[in-house]
């Protein structure tokens, strides 16, 4: 939950212990990686997922650890955004009208703008700030570019509407080109 009366939250109680939770942006992108990889089977991906996130191998059966990740997804990755704002499989956040059911961004593929955004808007260097950047502040500052950075005009383009009527089909043919050239792989 993202409250600024309140310290973020990066701690989870399971059977009465405290485990902190890797919560950086970075180690969260590795994390939906992961859970994306269709090599690895779930159990795996649950086991190799739970020491990501708390660095420690729980000695608990497959299902409770399935549980443990699920509220850990659920209450601090996911957080509000599962409320508020869908979130694909890769952990982009979904806009709430987009035609075709598909995010106008990806932050694996829109990788080199999302990095040069950060530098240019906040002078954040996302690479000085792995394993340090709250995934969740990552989000903020993500919805929070302003529109002039490379990351918001590619989306912009992405998202685009045709203009329609007499007169308007070199305009069309631009943006048409314009969306090929920035389209997302897949």
Not at 104 to 111: E, L, M, T
Not at 162 to 183: D, F, H, M, T, V
Request: hydrophobic share 40%; charged share 30%; no cysteine.
């Amino acid at each position: 939950m993202f409250n600024l009366a309140y310290s973020l939250e990066k701690t989870v109680d399971i059977d009465g212990t405290l485990y902190e939770v890797d919560m950086s942006y970075d180690n969260i992108l590795r994390l939906y990686e992961l859970l994306n990889d269709e090599e690895i089977d779930d159990r795996t991906q649950v086991e190799i997922a739970l020491v990501m996130l708390l660095g420690v191998e729980l000695d608990l059966n497959i299902q409770v650890k399935s549980d443990i990740l699920r509220e850990i997804y659920n209450q601090l990755i996911a957080g509000d955004r599962q409320m508020e704002q869908a979130i694909d499989i890769q952990g982009n956040p979904m806009p709430e009208v987009v035609k075709g059911n598909n995010p106008p961004y990806s932050i694996k593929q829109d990788a080199e703008y999302i990095y040069a955004s950060f530098m240019q808007d906040y002078q954040i260097d996302l690479f000085e700030q792995q394993g340090k950047l709250d995934w969740r502040k990552f989000l903020a500052l993500l919805d929070g570019l302003k529109g002039d950075t490379r990351f918001k005009e590619v989306v912009n383009i992405r998202t685009m509407e045709l203009p329609s009527g007499k007169g308007s089909a070199k305009q069309r043919e631009k943006i048409n080109k314009a969306k090929k050239a920035y389209q997302l792989k897949g």
